[in-house]
């Protein structure tokens, strides 16, 4: 069965980091990419960040410099790094992964920055 379970987030003050996980069953090999999504109170879901299966990295404007999306393939997960992050960063942040014809969610982990 396939599963992107998300975990890492939490509160934290402005200008902070927070590393936010992505765990992939049954294996992250089987997806053709992932990607880091996140969304706010009456805003729509938006991309953070994605990565192919070959490594190739895409960001949204709005986090280059601050973002980095990465995996590790033994532990099959899949991770975001932020950094400076500023009370706009807030959301519910998905993982998200490509897989055959169909894209698979996770159930979001709740990130606040705080002022």
């Known amino acids: 069965q396939v599963k992107l379970v998300e975990s890492g987030g939490g509160l934290v003050q402005a200008g902070g980091s927070l590393r936010l996980s992505c765990a992939a069953s049954p294996s992250i090999f089987a997806f053709k990419a992932m990607g880091w999504y996140r969304q706010s109170p009456g805003n729509e879901r938006e991309l953070v960040a994605t990565?192919?299966?070959?490594?190739?990295?895409n960001y949204a404007d709005s986090v280059k410099g601050r973002a980095t999306i990465s995996k590790n393939n033994a532990r099959n997960t899949m991770y975001l790094q932020m950094n400076s992050l500023k009370p706009d960063d807030s959301g519910v942040y998905y993982c998200?992964?490509?897989?055959?014809?169909?894209?698979?969610w996770g159930q979001g982990t709740q990130v606040t920055v705080s002022s």
């Open positions: 998200n992964g490509a897989i055959g014809a169909s894209v698979a």
């Open positions: 990565m192919t299966a070959g490594g190739t990295t």
